[in-house]
């Protein structure tokens, strides 16, 4: 998959390698929601290696925002005038330092966009 310049690889095969950006979509959503159904994750149970796993599901879920910006621009900001799920995904991430802003590319949305 790529978004902007940057070519990422799924790690949704075993080995991680280049998938499509459908795939990589795909394979990135069941594995967020499989780790949060989990019942081995929860509130109580954020230890230092939760938050690792946290974080790596934040930098590719937001790999997949990145992606829907820079190539599917008309459809992204149709969408986030509608649910502002960007705007509510990044600042749960700030709010709770699961990336690192260097890892925030996209720039900030005009006022009309964000909530």
């Known amino acids: 998959m790529r978004a902007n310049d940057a070519t990422f690889y799924c790690a949704g095969h075993g080995h991680p390698r ?34 690792k796993h946290f974080q790596s ?18 459809m992204f900001e149709q969408q986030e005038s509608a649910t502002y799920l960007y705007s509510r995904f990044v600042r749960l991430a700030r709010k709770y330092e699961l990336t690192p802003e260097s890892l925030i590319i996209i720039p900030d949305l005009p006022a009309a966009v964000v909530p």
């Open 18 to 51: 280049p998938c499509s950006a459908i795939g990589y979509s795909v394979h990135t959503i069941d594995y967020a929601v499989h780790q949060l159904g989990s019942s081995s994750v929860g509130a109580a149970d954020m230890t230092e290696m939760s938050m």
């Open 57 to 74: 599901m934040v930098r590719r879920l937001y790999r997949i925002f990145a992606h829907t910006y820079f190539h599917h621009r008309d």
